[in-house]
């Protein structure tokens, strides 16, 4: 027998007929209230285009992104092979570490050297800097190297976070000492605050006559707890013209868990309250 008896083909044309009924009202609806229409009813909403800033450096796969471009260069110079550079953390995070490019170009904006040492190097590594500090950083750059007339910071690796830093550390009692092959930067440092990883990462400035900088001397201790207080050494390894002198050293803890890139063990720094 078939599944469609007499009274169900003649129920059928009846419930076809009610359905394009409502079919026609609900496209009605629909046609008046803009949901469905030819191309020329309402203009489609198009994808949402964010404009993003030229890089400042040639794009490569360690180029770092907008969001990186946290550091401000606030001075540099060039003497004696180095080119030293002073930047601030622009930020409002505390900056754990960042592996940065250096780049200094010509007066026509062509590159003359480029640099983000090695993951050891402490030339090119950021650690412990809080928003609103400053870091010294440097590129070794030999007598090839052209005229440099603009120097561009950049990080291309970060680990941040916020938060206040009630840990730190002070210098005082700064020395430049001359040596016919050497430079040294004596200083007197105090670490003060909680949850200190007892390294500590130190640059000391140098300027010359008219106060612009001239050298970086970089270096890292161990063995800094709450209030102890050492002297350290901070060796340039060749001289430097007699014009330059120490204007500052800046000094900041590791934070606990970044690797602090120091060999050794306490016992070779001796620590005095």
């Given at each position: 027998?078939?599944?469609?008896?007499?009274?169900?083909?003649?129920?059928?044309?009846?419930?076809?007929?009610?359905?394009?009924?409502?079919?026609?009202?609900?496209?009605?609806?629909?046609?008046?209230?803009?949901?469905?229409?030819?191309?020329?009813?309402?203009?489609?909403?198009?994808?949402?285009?964010?404009?993003?800033?030229?890089?400042?450096?040639?794009?490569?796969?360690?180029?770092?992104?907008?969001?990186?471009?946290?550091?401000?260069?606030?001075?540099?110079?060039?003497?004696?092979?180095?080119?030293?550079?002073?930047?601030?953390?622009?930020?409002?995070?505390?900056?754990?570490?960042?592996?940065?490019?250096?780049?200094?170009?010509?007066?026509?904006?062509?590159?003359?050297?480029?640099?983000?040492?090695?993951?050891?190097?402490?030339?090119?590594?950021?650690?412990?800097?809080?928003?609103?500090k400053e870091y010294g950083l440097f590129?070794?750059?030999?007598?090839?190297?052209?005229?440099?007339?603009?120097?561009?910071?950049?990080?291309?690796?970060?680990?941040?976070?916020?938060?206040?830093?009630?840990?730190?550390?002070?210098?005082?009692?700064?020395?430049?000492?001359?040596?016919?092959?050497?430079?040294?930067?004596?200083?007197?440092?105090?670490?003060?605050?909680?949850?200190?990883?007892?390294?500590?990462?130190?640059?000391?400035?140098?300027?010359?006559?008219?106060?612009?900088?001239?050298?970086?001397?970089?270096?890292?201790?161990?063995?800094?707890?709450?209030?102890?207080?050492?002297?350290?050494?901070?060796?340039?390894?060749?001289?430097?013209?007699?014009?330059?002198?120490?204007?500052?050293?800046?000094?900041?803890?590791?934070?606990?868990?970044?690797?602090?890139?120091?060999?050794?063990?306490?016992?070779?720094?001796?620590?005095?309250?």
């Open positions: 027998m078939s599944p469609w008896d007499a009274r169900q083909r003649r129920s059928w044309p009846v419930t076809a007929g009610m359905g394009l009924v409502l079919l026609g009202f609900v496209a009605g609806f629909q046609l008046l209230s803009g949901v469905i229409g030819d191309d020329h009813d309402a203009e489609a909403p198009g994808p949402t285009v964010t404009v993003l800033p030229t890089p400042t450096v040639p794009a490569d796969p360690d180029q770092p992104d907008e969001e990186y471009s946290m550091l401000e260069v606030v001075g540099w110079g060039r003497a004696s092979g180095q080119l030293a550079v002073v930047v601030r953390n622009n930020t409002d995070t505390h900056i754990n570490s960042a592996r940065v490019r250096i780049t200094g170009v010509d007066v026509n904006g062509t590159m003359v050297v480029t640099t983000t040492g090695t993951p050891r190097d402490v030339c090119c590594t950021i650690v412990g800097l809080p928003p609103g590129a070794p750059v030999g007598d090839d190297v052209g005229e440099i007339a603009e120097v561009d910071v950049q990080a291309i690796s970060t680990r941040v976070r916020r938060g206040p830093t009630r840990a730190r550390v002070s210098a005082s009692d700064l020395a430049l000492k001359r040596f016919d092959d050497d430079t040294v930067v004596t200083a007197r440092l105090t670490a003060r605050g909680p949850r200190l990883s007892g390294f500590v990462a130190v640059q000391a400035i140098l300027v010359d006559q008219s106060g612009e900088v001239a050298q970086v001397i970089s270096g890292r201790y161990y063995c800094f707890g709450d209030r102890t207080t050492a002297a350290i050494r901070l060796r340039l390894f060749h001289a430097v013209p007699d014009r330059l002198r120490v204007r500052r050293v800046l000094a900041y803890p590791v934070p606990v868990g970044v690797l602090p890139r120091v060999p050794g063990e306490c016992a070779r720094t001796r620590a005095v309250s």
